[in-house]
């Protein structure tokens, strides 16, 4: 069975900066287009960016988060990665990686079935202090 197992989270002051890490063992990893997910304290969970199968030479960003995080990939590791920089205190919230064999699922998210990434980690919690 597949298995995606973040990490990095934690505590942190606002401004800081913060390295997520998602690793991905029980598939060819390369082959797996792979996104980065929040849900915050009361609200629904939200796309934050994917990245494209193979070399990852295409990525997408929700435009709150464009110029602030950045996901990229290790294929040679089996992880992908997010870095958050300028961190606010409303980015406090469990982040979450998942694949899909499908780009375009991952960065038109809704909890349709049709939508839906076809596996997901348990999530690291982030939290940004005053």
């Known amino acids: 069975q597949v298995q995606l197992v973040e990490s990095g989270g934690g505590l942190v002051q606002a401004g800081g900066s913060l390295r997520l890490s998602c690793a991905a063992s029980?598939?060819?990893?390369?082959?797996?287009?792979m996104g980065w997910f929040r849900q915050a304290p009361g609200k629904e969970r939200e796309f934050i960016a994917a990245?494209?199968?193979?070399?990852?030479?295409?990525?997408y960003y929700a435009d709150s988060m464009k110029g602030r995080f950045t996901i990229s990939r290790d294929n040679a590791k089996n992880t992908v990665y997010l870095q958050m920089n300028s961190l606010k205190p409303e980015d406090k919230a469990v982040y979450y990686c998942?694949?899909?064999?499908?780009?375009?699922?991952?960065?038109?998210?809704?909890?349709?079935?049709?939508?839906?990434?076809?596996?997901w980690g348990k999530g690291t919690l982030v939290t940004v202090s005053l």
């Open positions: 029980g598939r060819t990893f390369s082959n797996y287009a």
């Open positions: 990245i494209s199968r193979n070399g990852g030479g295409s990525t």
């Open positions: 998942a694949e899909d064999t499908i780009l375009h699922t991952i960065v038109v998210y809704t909890t349709d079935k049709d939508t839906y990434p076809e596996v």
